[in-house]
């Protein structure tokens, strides 16, 4: 399932910013898709997941202002990122799952080349 990420850029503390992840294949809706981030100097870090009958999960350090979501008619998935601080500074993957522990990477398959967000305070 290769998995192509966009939608990062440089925004400000307090802006938005919408994440997308496209992939292909005939099987993506049954996958489960997680979102994961790195930032300078740290290990990467599970922000959120949402499986295939669009259950989800998110990191403690995102709940309330994070939103993943799933068009899987489109084979794409969502981070839709509101009121981001300068912490949510990182490269952000995405990454597909057959199941498993939802934060565990061992569990995802599939990754994406990720794509860069920078928040400035």
């Known amino acids: 399932v290769p998995l192509v990420e966009s939608g990062g850029g440089s925004v400000q503390a307090g802006d938005s910013l919408r994440l997308s992840c496209a992939g292909s294949?005939?099987?993506?809706?049954?996958?489960?898709m997680g979102w994961f981030r790195q930032s300078p100097g740290k290990e990467r870090e599970f922000v959120a997941r949402?499986?295939?009958?669009?259950?989800?999960n998110y990191a403690d350090s995102v709940k309330g202002r994070f939103t993943i979501f799933r068009e899987d008619s489109k084979n794409t998935v969502f981070l839709q990122m509101n009121n981001l601080k300068p912490e949510d500074t990182a490269v952000y993957y995405c990454?597909?799952?057959?199941?498993?522990?939802?934060?565990?990477?061992?569990?995802?398959?599939?990754w994406g080349q990720g794509t860069r967000v920078i928040v400035s305070s």
């Open positions: 294949g005939d099987k993506f809706s049954l996958y489960s």
């Open positions: 990454a597909a799952s057959g199941g498993g522990t939802y934060d565990r990477e061992n569990n995802y398959a599939y």
């Open positions: 949402i499986t295939s009958i669009r259950s989800t």
